[in-house]
């Protein structure tokens, strides 16, 4: 999993005013809370962009004050006229404590059903999960290679391939599927509705015989 960086200066004055100037010179308030005290700094927003801007989930690695800490990004606050970003929070990383997170779903392969005319569904993009630090990904994935007509892939289905991650969400959620298109159901039913007045005439003959 790639780690960012992202180099902090103590804010030594707080408030809106100070706030203000912050920003205006390109730079980003932040807090850092999770550890032995909650952590007042600032960051050049030039060194958000591959932390924010990416599908991926990935670690951020602050150093600050001389020391370096590692933690996730978990709130983000951008101007809504603007989109400039205004503040972020992060929580700082602790080796025994597990933490919760949403962690991107990719879908890996060609369906076989797809071949077949059917369409896949990802439903769910995103994954809620609970891990420690050490066995945090920077995504889930899940190959879709034998999902045929009809098929629903589900939490559970995951659950065995990452066996260290809690998934927070019931295994029996569905996040993929691989929809029948409606020309394919109406193609197979085709034959059995053509069958079935054939199969009635033998029937309409007895009565006429009675």
Do not use: W
């Amino acid at each position: 999993m790639e780690t960012v960086i992202i180099n902090g200066t103590p804010r030594t004055e707080l408030g809106k005013k100070a706030t203000r100037a912050l920003r205006k010179a390109g730079n980003v308030p932040c807090n850092l809370y999770g550890g032995a005290e909650t952590l007042n700094f600032y960051a050049p927003v030039s060194e958000f962009r591959k932390l924010v801007f990416t599908p991926e989930f990935q670690v951020a690695e602050i150093h600050l004050n001389g020391k370096t800490y590692r933690g996730i990004l978990k709130d983000t606050q951008f101007d809504p006229i603007k989109d400039n970003m205004l503040h972020a929070d992060f929580q700082e990383l602790q080796d025994n404590v597990k933490v919760k997170v949403a962690v991107p779903l990719r879908l890996k392969g060609t369906a076989k059903g797809i071949t077949a005319g059917g369409k896949l569904e990802q439903v769910e993009r995103r994954l809620l999960v609970l891990a420690l630090p050490k066995d945090l990904v920077s995504h889930l994935e899940y190959d879709v290679t034998g999902m045929d007509l009809g098929a629903i892939a589900r939490v559970r289905d995951l659950q065995s391939s990452y066996p260290n991650l809690t998934f927070l969400i019931s295994g029996s959620n569905p996040f993929a599927r691989l929809q029948v298109p409606r020309a394919v159901k109406e193609e197979a039913a085709a034959p059995a509705a053509a069958a079935a007045p054939a199969a009635a005439a033998p029937a309409k003959a007895e009565e006429k015989k009675k």
